[in-house]
Nanobody, 123 residues
């Protein structure tokens, strides 16, 4: 699996962005997918995760009701729709993949990572 994240940018508070993470490999459907973020001087934190077929999703409490994770296995892409953005959402966002659900809310639970895309929310 080879992940490429995109869609970041500068947006005012209250705005929306949709991040995409495309897999150039051939086994995307076999992977549990997650989004994480990391602000300067902080540890990488869990944002959202989605099961292989999209039936099960998880979101961090801090983004619940504002962010939505989804996937299109035909396009080998996972998305993160971010609404009602806040300045505290500013971070580099990373997508990640793993064959198992062990540690789905921890960076240590994922073997494969994309390069990250910067999201900046202005106040």
């Amino acid at each position: 699996v080879q992940l490429q994240a995109s869609g970041g940018g500068l947006v005012p508070a209250g705005g929306s962005l949709r991040l995409s993470c495309a897999d150039s490999g051939r086994t995307f459907v076999n992977y549990f997918m997650g989004w994480f973020r990391q602000a300067p001087g902080t540890e990488r934190e869990f944002v959202a995760a989605i099961s292989w077929n999209g039936d099960t999703t998880h979101c961090a409490d801090s983004v619940q009701g504002r962010f939505l994770i989804s996937r299109d296995n035909a396009k080998k892409t996972v998305y993160l729709q971010m609404n009602s953005l806040k300045p505290e959402d500013t971070a580099v966002y990373y997508c990640a993949a793993d064959r198992t659900t062990t540690g789905w809310d921890s960076p240590q639970g994922y073997d494969y990572w994309g390069q990250g895309t910067q999201v900046t929310v202005s106040s």
